[in-house]
């Protein structure tokens, strides 16, 4: 499923209970210096700095938008990770994490490289991310439905926009690629809606669709008009359908 631009706390704690509130799965034992990379409201580097009094976290977004009141060894910074240069020291951290961060680089290839750049050998990096195309496991998914339609076509306006949101199923690939050993990867589902009879699922499904639906509209309008030269009653007429 594509991922709304709006709802930003909504997203992650959805993925936080996807996760069985772990909000990492490296084996970190006393990590000393992390990093957070488009850290977005802070939540997580919060929560990680609370769990580590002793570790340094730096978190860094493109956008000013974290809280001032937070744990003393927390740190946000305004930084572009899609440039070469972090304005970090090499080698300095044992852990880098990256959240929901599909749709904002044109290569995450480049984001995992310049990680182990900034890596201390034996260090860990762990990336969290969502499939942007909705999967089913019974084949009962028709190829027309709305909502794989619209999935592909924000797909494609991410593709055009040179930010792709197909990420996820890559990243164990692009991780080995980049030099990381013993690459650790594990997939969670994440139900659009309620229907699953497990309590556990049709929790997650209840509160992804309705994230889903808060940014159905803003998230279309925006990108298909942009990228795929789509009307404003172009796009008013599928979202019925989708919803
Ligand atoms: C969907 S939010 C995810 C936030 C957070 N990681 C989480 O899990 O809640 C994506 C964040 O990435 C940030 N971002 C996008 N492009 C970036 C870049 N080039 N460098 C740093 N941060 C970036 C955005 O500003 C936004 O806050």
Redesign the pocket.
């Known amino acids: 499923m594509v991922?709304p631009i709006t709802g930003?706390t909504q997203?992650?704690e959805t993925?936080k209970a996807a996760f069985l509130n772990r909000n990492y799965f490296a084996p970190l034992s006393n990590p000393k210096r992390i990093l957070?990379?488009?850290?977005?409201?802070g939540?997580?580097a919060i929560e990680i700095g609370d769990e580590f009094p002793n570790a340094e976290v730096q978190a860094?977004?493109?956008?000013p938008?974290q809280p001032s009141s937070v744990p003393e060894n927390v740190h946000f910074f305004i930084?572009?990770?899609?440039e070469e240069d972090w304005t970090l020291p090499p080698e300095h951290f044992d852990y880098i994490h990256?959240?929901?961060?599909l749709g904002?680089?044109a290569d995450f290839r480049d984001v995992i490289r310049r990680g182990l750049h900034y890596l201390q050998p034996g260090g860990f990096m762990e990336s969290q991310e969502i499939m942007s195309t909705p999967c089913c496991n019974d084949g009962t998914m028709p190829l027309d439905w709305p909502f794989l339609e619209w999935s592909r076509f924000g797909n494609e306006a991410a593709e055009k926009a040179g930010r792709p949101l197909e990420v996820a199923h890559e990243l164990k690939n692009w991780y080995e690629e980049a030099g990381f050993v013993d690459v650790q990867e594990a997939v969670f589902k994440l139900p659009v809606n309620s229907w699953p009879n497990d309590q556990h699922l049709k929790f997650l499904g209840g509160k992804w669709e309705q994230n889903l639906l808060a940014g159905l509209s803003g998230f279309s309008m925006a990108l298909f008009s942009r990228e795929l030269g789509w009307s404003k009653n172009e796009i008013e007429v599928i979202i019925p359908g989708i919803r």
Not at 36 to 41: C, E, F, K, L, M
Not at 60 to 63: G, M
């Open positions: 991922v930003i997203e992650y993925l957070d990379i488009g850290t977005g409201t939540q997580w860094t977004d493109l956008s938008i930084d572009d990770a899609s990256t959240r929901i961060l904002c680089f």
